[in-house]
């Protein structure tokens, strides 16, 4: 019966972009395991939903697409809730909150407030809140498949900054002591999980297991075990 063709009943499908530690990242033993906050949270709302998880792992700038034709169930990547996206998918209620930082070389003392970042060279993730947010200060912007990819580009010095989220830039500075922390008034930001505006049951399910899980406390024994 159309073997190996389409999707399976009893499979949720969670796309991902497993470059965003502590959120999603390849790693554990095998070191090719996708690990992380999301992925145990998408983990407990294909449970709930009686439901296997698979796993796809792509670019950050396909996860929509992917979701609008079916390819994938939700998107559960760190994912900023923004009035954009929403006009193609809905959002989860927020499950983090998050902001923009920077992150430039040590060595690097030109930047203090928000007018100094103006016409530097930025690097930023293909398709992120950074990468849209960048335009409002400088036309230098370029554009990486990965955070990581980005991250390299500063170490080599090719750009002057990197504008990314502030769990995994403090989680790439960890592994980079070359690297600093720069923290401006940039405004919040709440990751949803993303769901086709076709599937209103899936979005209700996800919202009852991120109330169970607040709830019972799951929820913070998570956030503890994963971040910082
Ligand atoms: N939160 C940012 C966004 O939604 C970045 C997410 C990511 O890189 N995985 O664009």
């Known amino acids: 019966l159309l073997a190996g063709c389409g999707k399976s009943n009893d499979v949720l ?3 991902t972009n497993a470059a965003f530690p502590p959120f999603e990242y390849v790693g554990g033993q095998s070191g090719d395991e996708i690990k992380g906050f999301d992925i145990e949270l998408a983990k407990q709302i294909a449970k709930d939903a009686g439901k296997t998880l698979k796993i796809e792992n792509m670019k950050f700038d396909s996860l929509i697409v992917a979701l609008n034709s079916g390819k994938i169930d939700f998107i559960a990547s760190g994912m900023t ?3 954009e996206r929403q006009a193609s998918v809905n959002f989860s209620e927020p499950y983090y909150e998050a902001t923009q930082v920077l992150l ?5 003392d030109t930047i203090h407030t928000l007018d100094d970042i103006k016409d530097k060279h930025f690097a930023v993730q293909l398709g992120s809140t950074a990468d849209m947010m960048s335009k409002k200060y400088t036309q230098n912007v370029t554009a990486f498949n990965t955070g990581f990819e980005a991250i390299m580009e500063l170490k080599n010095g090719k750009v ?4 990314f989220d502030s769990e995994p830039a403090a989680n790439y500075l960890a592994k980079n002591p070359d690297l600093k922390l720069i923290k401006l008034d940039f405004p919040p930001e709440f990751y949803g999980f993303a769901v086709s505006k076709q599937q209103p049951e899936l979005l209700n399910s996800i919202n009852h297991t991120l109330k169970n899980l607040k709830a019972s ?3 913070q024994t998570l956030v503890s075990a994963h971040i910082k």
């Open 13 to 15: 499908v969670v796309g």
């Open 81 to 83: 809730i923004t009035p």
């Open 104 to 108: 430039v070389n040590k060595d690097n």
């Open 160 to 163: 002057d900054l990197v504008l």
């Open 217 to 219: 406390g799951q929820y």
